[in-house]
Nanobody, 114 residues
């Protein structure tokens, strides 16, 4: 199973980015897909997830600004990030959870400058 994350970059505070995570070897629509992030010197933290039935859940600090979605035809999940803040700066990782395993993408850097 491979997860390929992309879409990170440098953006001004208040701007937007959309992250993508394409999976091969396993199906997002049958499992739970999620996004996490890790800033320097901190632990990796949960951001958002979407279950196989389409239920979504978010970290409180991103609720209303970030949206997780899934394209079943492309076997890809997305994270639309709006109203970005400097504290959103981190490496963002996607994750696929199956009943037996979980898999991580390679991470994509998001930097928000003030």
């Amino acid at each position: 199973v491979q997860l390929q994350a992309s879409g990170g970059g440098l953006v001004l505070a208040g701007g937007s980015l959309r992250l993508s995570c394409a999976a091969s070897g396993e199906i997002f629509s049958r499992n739970t897909g999620g996004w996490y992030r890790q800033a320097p010197g901190t632990q990796r933290e949960f951001i958002a997830l979407v279950t196989s039935s389409g239920i979504t859940n978010y970290r409180d600090s991103v609720e209303g600004r970030f949206t997780i979605s899934r394209d079943n035809a492309k076997n890809t999940i997305y994270l639309q990030m709006n109203s970005l803040k400097p504290e959103d700066t981190a490496v963002y990782y996607c994750r696929l959870l199956t009943p037996r395993n979980n898999y991580w993408g390679q991470g994509t850097q998001v930097t928000v400058s003030s």
